[in-house]
């Protein structure tokens, strides 16, 4: 055995624990950095093909992998545990999970501010969502087996399967045939800074970005504009509300 294989075989359990925990950590940033280089080299569209091929086979062969080390049944790539889980468990694991990741991009984002500033931390978290929220538009598209260019009725269904949709409270009002106006009703950010007495977080220039770059990726032909959005005022019954429309002239489709 070489040397670095007998340093971790001689390891305690306490240390053997922190590993394991980082060696997970490795492969998730690991796994960021391969989507990050592809798409900076072969461009985004490319690189959600290569994602997808990527997450079907990698997945599966991981939890087949622990699930023969800990013992638990595994089934066409997920565990069978999870299938169990009554209806109830499940939406409280997916609240959970909501949370969660509205807290890991609240934690990157003071991260950052701590220590480059505000400017900096504003301009890094309004470029992920460039590349975050078309991922998640299309993983909703195939999750639920949207259509291409599915319209203002496909947006409508995606924007209610949003990770925002599992924490927050947002409503959608059909205008016409042409238009529908999405109103974020209850904010988990901003309701939790109203109740410490502070001001609204300014998040409008990343919404300027989070849902045109949505919408598109839902349908190309649709228009986002923003009706209000903090720093904006707003009426007590919305945070931020914005406008979807359908365009059929491609001269119009400029974000």
Known sequence: MNEIGKTIEQSDNELLVQLVMDALRRIIVHYGTWFAEVEHQLGFENAMKVEKEVWDTSLGNQIERLGKTLQFSVSNGVPDILKE?????????????????????????????????????????????????????????????????????????????????????????????????????????????????????PCKSVGLVEYPYFAKAIDSRIRTDCIGCPPDDHPDEWFCAWRFTLVEDPREWSL
């Open 85 to 201: 889980l009554p209806r109830e468990v499940l939406l409280k694991l997916l609240k959970s999970i909501g949370i969660n990741w509205l807290a890991n991009d609240g934690i990157w984002f003071q991260a950052v501010e701590n220590s480059f500033g505000m400017n900096d931390a504003k301009r890094c978290n309004d470029s992920c969502w460039t590349r975050y929220s078309p991922y998640e538009a299309n993983r909703i598209k195939a999750l639920i087996d949207l259509p291409e260019n599915g319209g203002l009725s496909a947006l409508k269904k995606a924007l209610s399967f949003r990770m925002y949709a599992l924490i927050n409270k947002q409503t959608v009002e059909e205008i016409d045939d042409k238009t529908i106006v999405f109103r974020m009703i209850d904010c988990r950010v901003q309701a939790a800074r109203k109740r410490k007495g502070l001001p609204d977080y």
